[in-house]
């Protein structure tokens, strides 16, 4: 062997067997074309959340507060991308986006649900909830698991009952007693029970989507809407209403759904640190709810812009005589046994 070769693989060997013992220069992996960071990344479960509220909603602070508990429970191996305001989805195509496995996790409102799934509509029926309690027993009992299993037939899997709360009407005149709803035009979600309800009012419902509410109120589209307190006070509604009658004639809450093919295929550990994430959540977002609307209303009385009228004994019975057509109506298709799950609540109490 030559000189300068044998000087030229001595070196070399030198070389390999300083890395090999940790001397000399950083030949990491890395280097080598290797990125553990990369690595990591082709690992990470990402599960897309869309919603179409705010952030700074009971609902949208509780999905926010999920995305962070499911990073710290799985060590960053899932990462929860949340898409807020109907930035990815809007009312119309997060469903079928979920179905189809184009995001992984949606929570629309009980009336989103409605027209694919009619059992849903039970939740929908006007004064279906007389109180917090009522609104409790179902989400914890045997009407929710039901609804759940409904939605089984969709490649969708039922995860918690998420609340926003009552709902008020509000207008540009007092609406008291049902007449005065002839001929007001309500926006409301856009479901067939909803629009029913008003109907049978009087009124003439208009179905859009939350995110045009304000500026349908300000152009005049509409004479009036009905909403939760914290969704009037966050989306500014009483600027462009004068009168809000508390009437707690419905309830908004949401579904939370993951796909369902997807949720088969997560291993077990991490379905279990999103169920916990998931409950965590839940009882964050419930108790925000109620306090928030509390918190809001008494915000709201204190403002000159709008007169807040709170709805009497006598009010309430006769808005729940006139709409009771809307029960005869939806009962068929909701059907017998969920029926005989909410005349038993109503009875047991």
Do not use: C
């Given at each position: 062997?030559?000189?300068?070769?044998?000087?030229?693989?001595?070196?070399?060997?030198?070389?390999?067997?300083?890395?090999?013992?940790?001397?000399?220069?950083?030949?990491?992996?890395?280097?080598?074309?290797?990125?553990?960071?990369?690595?990591?990344?082709?690992?990470?479960?990402?599960?897309?959340?869309?919603?179409?509220?705010?952030e700074n909603t009971p609902k949208?602070?509780?999905?926010?507060?999920?995305?962070?508990?499911?990073?710290?429970?799985?060590?960053?191996?899932?990462?929860?991308?949340?898409?807020?305001?109907?930035?990815?989805?809007?009312?119309?195509?997060?469903?079928?986006?979920?179905?189809?496995?184009?995001?992984?996790?949606?929570?629309?409102?009980?009336?989103?649900?409605?027209?694919?799934?009619?059992?849903?509509?039970?939740?929908?029926?006007?004064?279906?909830?007389?109180?917090?309690?009522?609104?409790?027993?179902?989400?914890?009992?045997?009407?929710?698991?039901?609804?759940?299993?409904?939605?089984?037939?969709?490649?969708?899997?039922?995860?918690?009952?998420?609340?926003?709360?009552?709902?008020?009407?509000?207008?540009?005149?007092?609406?008291?007693?049902?007449?005065?709803?002839?001929?007001?035009?309500?926006?409301?979600?856009?479901?067939?029970?909803?629009?029913?309800?008003?109907?049978?009012?009087?009124?003439?419902?208009?179905?859009?989507?939350?995110?045009?509410?304000?500026?349908?109120?300000?152009?005049?589209?509409?004479?009036?809407?009905?909403?939760?307190?914290?969704?009037?006070?966050?989306?500014?509604?009483?600027?462009?209403?004068?009168?809000?009658?508390?009437?707690?004639?419905?309830?908004?809450?949401?579904?939370?759904?993951?796909?369902?093919?997807?949720?088969?295929?997560?291993?077990?550990?991490?379905?279990?640190?999103?169920e916990e994430a998931l409950a965590?959540?839940?009882?964050?977002?419930?108790?925000?709810?109620?306090?928030?609307?509390?918190?809001?209303?008494?915000?709201?009385?204190?403002?000159?812009?709008?007169?807040?009228?709170?709805?009497?004994?006598?009010?309430?019975?006769?808005?729940?005589?006139?709409?009771?057509?809307?029960?005869?109506?939806?009962?068929?298709?909701?059907?017998?046994?969920?029926?005989?799950?909410?005349?038993?609540?109503?009875?047991?109490?």
């Amino acid at each position: 062997m030559k000189p300068f070769a044998s000087i030229a693989l001595f070196v070399l060997l030198g070389l390999v067997s300083a890395v090999a013992i940790g001397f000399g220069p950083d030949l990491s992996l890395t280097q080598w074309g290797y990125d553990e960071e990369q690595e990591k990344l082709s690992e990470r479960i990402v599960i897309k959340f869309s919603h179409v509220v705010a952030e700074n909603t009971p609902k949208g602070l509780a999905v926010d507060r999920f995305a962070q508990l499911v990073k710290t429970k799985t060590n960053g191996r899932v990462e929860v991308q949340v898409f807020a305001n109907s930035t990815l989805h809007t009312e119309k195509t997060e469903i079928p986006a979920l179905m189809n496995g184009e995001i992984q996790m949606i929570a629309p409102a009980f009336s989103h649900l409605s027209g694919t799934i009619p059992q849903w509509a039970l939740l929908e029926l006007p004064y279906v909830f007389r109180d917090q309690q009522d609104v409790e027993n179902v989400f914890q009992g045997e009407i929710g698991r039901m609804l759940f299993a409904a939605l089984d037939q969709s490649n969708m899997k039922g995860m918690a009952y998420w609340g926003n709360g009552f709902k008020q009407i509000t207008a540009n005149r007092p609406i008291l007693m049902p007449n005065d709803f002839k001929g007001q035009r309500i926006r409301i979600i856009p479901s067939k029970v909803l629009d029913e309800q008003f109907r049978t009012l009087r009124a003439l419902p208009v179905g859009s989507s939350f995110n045009d509410l304000y500026s349908m109120l300000a152009n005049g589209e509409v004479d009036g809407e009905e909403n939760t307190i914290s969704n009037v006070y966050t989306k500014r509604l009483y600027q462009v209403q004068t009168n809000m009658t508390i009437s707690n004639h419905n309830y908004l809450g949401y579904v939370v759904i993951m796909n369902q093919e997807f949720w088969n295929k997560l291993p077990a550990d991490i379905q279990r640190d999103i169920e916990e994430a998931l409950a965590e959540a839940t009882r964050f977002n419930n108790a925000l709810s109620v306090s928030m609307n509390e918190n809001q209303l008494e915000k709201l009385k204190e403002m000159d812009t709008i007169d807040i009228h709170e709805q009497t004994q006598e009010e309430r019975t006769a808005w729940r005589q006139a709409l009771q057509p809307v029960y005869d109506k939806f009962a068929p298709s909701i059907g017998k046994p969920l029926m005989d799950k909410i005349n038993e609540l109503h009875q047991a109490r």
